[in-house]
């Protein structure tokens, strides 16, 4: 079983409880104008991985990683491109007792099986947009696949944490984070969701890799707007952080 990783990490607090040891595969069939990994994209940039040897490597952190509370992350790109590769990590993980999560856009949900859910503890959802237009424009795809795997996992009980990508003059419209708010109170399975501010430090990566910058214009977020939009989310009774 072998896969096409970018690269891994390790890191405390965002992915996941505890600190993780963070998996990023190569592939991405979403385009979002802030992604900050634009260096995951092409599947075929990656390193081909075997299972064993990416095993063995989370196997010398594991320790580590336990000590914390912490786990694994399969993050990307996009995991769900490599679905049975991602599927055999989670699967050897669980084994190991360690903790699983999955960091998706859900836009591939439809190839996560029941069984690889079953292996996962914690679903990290990025939900780019509420309003379908404004998710197009922002990756370049539709919305309804995400949303329908957000009230699958529901279904499932599987624990997801929300993560929203807050663009001034993008996301930001109070109509879209109202609606998922919304969403997220009607989710049972939702600890909280994850304002994630916009941030620059990606620009370099455009430039190496010789794209043009998709935001060129847009600052990160200031506190206002960053208050506006956790009191939305508390106004639904989500906790947001
Ligand atoms: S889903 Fe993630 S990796 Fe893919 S384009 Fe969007 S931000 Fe980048």
Same mark, same amino acid.
Request: charged share 15%.
């Given at each position: 079983m072998t896969g096409s990783v970018h690269s891994w990490d390790i890191s405390t607090g965002v992915d996941g409880p505890g600190t993780r040891f963070v998996v990023f595969t190569a592939g991405c069939p979403l385009r979002c104008l802030y992604c900050h990994n634009p260096d995951t994209w092409q599947r075929r940039g990656g390193t081909p991985t075997t299972a064993d040897e990416l095993m063995a490597r989370i196997g010398r952190y594991r320790r580590f990683i336990e000590v914390s509370g912490g786990g694994v992350t399969l993050s990307g790109g996009e995991p769900l491109q490599q679905p049975a590769f991602t599927g055999e990590i989670l699967r050897r993980c669980r084994e190991l007792g360690l903790h699983t999560a999955l960091d998706t856009?859900?836009? %591939?949900?439809?190839?996560?099986?029941d069984a690889m859910l079953a292996d996962t503890d914690l679903v990290l959802l990025d939900v780019k947009s509420w309003d379908p237009a404004l998710y197009r424009r922002v990756?370049? *795809?539709? %919305?309804a696949p995400t949303l329908r795997f957000a009230r699958r996992l529901a279904e499932l009980g599987t624990p997801a944490w929300i993560r929203f990508v807050l663009v001034p003059g993008l996301t930001d419209a109070e109509d879209n984070v109202e609606g998922l708010a919304a969403f997220a109170a009607a %989710?049972? *399975?939702?600890e909280h969701v994850d304002v994630l501010p916009y941030h620059r430090m990606a620009e370099h990566k455009y430039a190496e890799l010789g794209l043009p910058y998709p935001l060129p214009d847009i600052e990160p977020p200031d506190a206002a707007l960053l208050e506006r939009v956790h009191a939305q989310f508390r106004a639904h009774g989500v906790t947001s952080r």
């Open positions: 856009s859900g836009f %591939l949900g439809d190839r996560a099986t990756t370049g *795809n539709r %919305l %989710l049972p *399975n939702v």
